[in-house]
């Protein structure tokens, strides 16, 4: 079974920067690629990075590009989100997924691609 604890939520003013973390047990966390979703109050769950299983490649969604980075750490079995210039649309619940394929070619961006969820961390932006 695998599983999936995210860390680094918290409470920041806007401008300011948090360090998501989520460590995978239960598979061989370096042959999958990762995501990081996040939910605000009322909206859909949506898409914000992805990064493929060897760290070689990203893709991030438009409103976060040049601000969010993802990693990750093989030999920890950690995938990281670093949110810098945090913006109070920012304000959401964040989930990091795991890939259902096996080195999956192309990286996925909707929901239906990642078999595996955590529980969520709570980042809140203050204006």
């Known amino acids: 079974q695998v599983q999936l604890v995210e860390s680094g939520g918290g409470l920041v003013q806007a401008g300011g920067s948090l360090r998501l973390a989520c460590a995978a047990s239960g598979r061989t966390f370096s042959n999958y690629a990762m995501g990081w979703f996040r939910q605000a109050p009322g909206k859909e769950r949506e898409f914000v990075a992805a990064?493929?299983?060897?760290?070689?490649?990203?893709i991030l969604t438009d409103s976060v590009k040049g601000r969010f980075t993802i990693s990750r750490d093989n030999t920890k079995n950690t995938v990281y989100l670093q949110m810098n210039s945090l913006k109070p649309e920012d304000t959401a619940v964040y989930y990091c997924a795991a890939d259902i394929y096996f080195r999956r070619a192309v990286l996925a961006v909707t929901n239906i691609a990642y078999a595996y969820w955590g529980q969520g961390t709570q980042v809140t932006v203050s204006s």
């Open positions: 990064i493929n299983w060897s760290g070689g490649s990203t």
